[in-house]
């Protein structure tokens, strides 16, 4: 099965040579190419359906980190690829706190670029050899920030969480009240930003992917 994908850049040339190389590769099928962000998310909301959205940084009327953080927000099933001209840590930055999956270098290989939408629309995150250690330090950067923000007790609940335990059970493992895992449970969505439990055993996995540890 093909993987579908919209593609958004605003360097006319970029694109149609994008899309050109694109087309030629079995397993991958162009949905879209567009110029701006805008007209990305305006596609999917009419219906377009893509397993993985390539999209340039920065773009006028609406660059790729609102486009990465607009489809979090409400189409999260849909992976972003970030492509840019340069490894501009802050650019780096920027996406992956939007929420997206892969980062590419525009000077990437064909190879490279096919190989980094195959695995994210595997679910999996892809980012180019040249931003490894942009990437490891983000990591680490977050990682420490998700210790600060939340307490011992908050961590263990995540824990929790992600194993699939409810509030009842997690109240009668740890000896607390169900409105006391309640309380914990609103605290941790409220620092992090995030809304639903689906959203947030997601986030504590990848993170667990990435470093291994939570504690």
């Known amino acids: ?16 040579g994008l899309t050109a190389i694109l087309r030629q590769e079995i397993g991958i099928e162009i949905l879209g190419a567009v110029n701006n962000g805008y007209e990305l998310l305006k596609m999917i909301e009419h219906g377009s359906k893509p397993d ?12 790729g980190i609102v486009v990465a953080r607009t489809l979090k927000k409400n189409f999260p099933q849909i992976p972003v690829i970030a492509l840019t001209m ?23 290989e064909k190879k490279e670029l096919v190989e980094a939408i195959h695995t994210v629309a595997k679910g999996q995150k892809y980012f180019s050899k040249q931003l490894s250690g942009i990437y490891e330090e983000w990591i680490r950067k977050d990682t420490d920030h998700l210790r600060k923000a ?6 263990q609940i995540l824990r929790l969480i992600i194993r699939g335990k409810t509030s009842l059970q997690m109240a009668k493992e740890m000896r607390l009240s169900r409105f006391t895992i309640d309380t914990h449970r609103k605290n941790i969505h409220k620092k992090l930003g995030i ?3 689906i959203a947030l055993v997601k986030y504590a996995d990848e993170w667990l992917n990435d470093t291994g540890d939570l504690n």
């Open 86 to 108: 340069f490894d501009q840590e802050s650019d780096v930055h920027d996406m992956l706190e939007a929420g997206a999956m892969g980062y590419v270098i525009k000077k990437a």
């Open 195 to 197: 809304k639903s439990n």
């Open 1 to 16: 099965m093909s993987v579908k994908i919209l593609l958004a850049d605003d360097h006319q040339l970029f694109l149609d």
């Open 150 to 155: 939340l307490t011992r007790r908050e961590r």
């Open 52 to 63: 993985v959205v390539l999209s340039d940084v920065r773009m006028p009327i609406m660059d």
